[in-house]
């Protein structure tokens, strides 16, 4: 035995009937079009974000500036040692600083790195300095024609 009421809506002729705005089916799911639209979106998004990956992975330029030691030779003098890693055709810039106590700048030397037989190098350069740094560090590096 049914034991539930229908209710009844009247229409009220002075408000207009709004139809929804997205493309929705009786119980608000996406139509068949509008999946397919979603699905089609969803799998080219992934595409483009696997081929941006695989560029940086492989495409993209490997340089790499680190860190070996460092030495204060005086209040206005530091020493470092650092590697650096990159294609063997390419130049790149490295930016070295000094650190004072607080690791605010207080030096710090740009120094070019020419073509080479090898893919990772070391290099030892004194920077300059308005007072006595604790430390030193590569910055960063990069390819010196801007790409």
Not at 18 to 29: E, I, L, Q, R
Not at 86 to 98: F, H, N, R, W
């Amino acid at each position: 035995m049914n034991t539930e009421e229908n209710e009844v809506y009247e229409l009220d002729e002075d408000e207009p009937v709004m139809a929804p705005s997205t493309p929705a089916g009786p119980s608000g799911s996406l139509t068949p079009r509008g999946r397919s639209f979603a699905i089609i979106l969803g799998v080219l998004a992934i595409v483009v974000a696997i081929a941006v990956a695989a560029w940086y992975a492989w495409g993209a330029p490997t340089i790499r500036g680190k860190n070996v030691g460092y030495s204060v030779k005086s209040s206005e003098l530091v020493e470092i040692t650092f590697d650096v890693a990159k294609p063997q055709d390419m130049t790149v810039i490295c930016t070295l600083d000094a650190l004072n106590t607080n690791y605010a700048q207080v030096g710090t030397k740009e120094v070019r790195i020419g073509p080479a037989e090898v893919f990772e190098q070391r290099f030892t350069t004194e920077i300059r300095t308005t007072e006595e740094a604790v430390t030193a560090v590569v910055e960063s590096c990069w390819d010196a024609s801007g790409n």
